[in-house]
């Protein structure tokens, strides 16, 4: 097909809910996540080193453009602002444009879901 008439897209993860449901199927499966500083921290972000962030799934079925405008990853972590930028560091290496909000310890998250 054409260039001129591939979708342009964008990507919206939600990142601390997907790190949170794969903690859970990794647990119930009895089954850990390997730490990989670059792909997993626990509770706060997660990604397949297998995808990449700005090429699309399904772009034969779907018509897309070869690369995405944009991947946004949403999560939230406890921690000083020196935590907060090694989460930034960590996303943007993948190809994120990271949106790290920072909560208080023990503080159920809001800004991440809201911010969507």
Request: aromatic share 10%; glycine share 8%; charged share 20%.
């Given at each position: 097909?054409?260039?001129?008439?591939?979708?342009?897209?964008?990507?919206?993860?939600?990142?601390?809910?997907?790190?949170?449901?794969?903690?859970?199927?990794?647990?119930?499966?009895?089954?850990?996540?390997?730490?990989?500083?670059?792909?997993?921290?626990?509770?706060?972000?997660?990604?397949?080193?297998?995808?990449?962030?700005?090429?699309?799934?399904?772009?034969?079925?779907?018509?897309?453009?070869?690369?995405?405008?944009r991947a946004y990853y949403y999560t939230s972590v406890v921690g000083n602002d020196e935590t907060l930028q090694d989460v930034v560091r960590a996303r943007r290496t993948l190809g994120f444009h990271p949106e790290v909000f920072q909560k208080p310890k023990g503080m159920k998250s809001k800004g991440v879901d809201v911010s969507l």
């Open positions: 097909m054409n260039g001129l008439y591939l979708r342009r897209w964008m990507l919206f993860v939600d990142g601390e809910n997907l790190t949170i449901q794969a903690q859970r199927l990794a647990s119930a499966g009895r089954q850990g996540i390997a730490p990989d500083a670059r792909h997993y921290r626990q509770d706060t972000f997660l990604w397949t080193p297998k995808l990449r962030p700005m090429r699309p799934l399904g772009a034969d079925t779907w018509s897309l453009q070869p690369a995405g405008l």
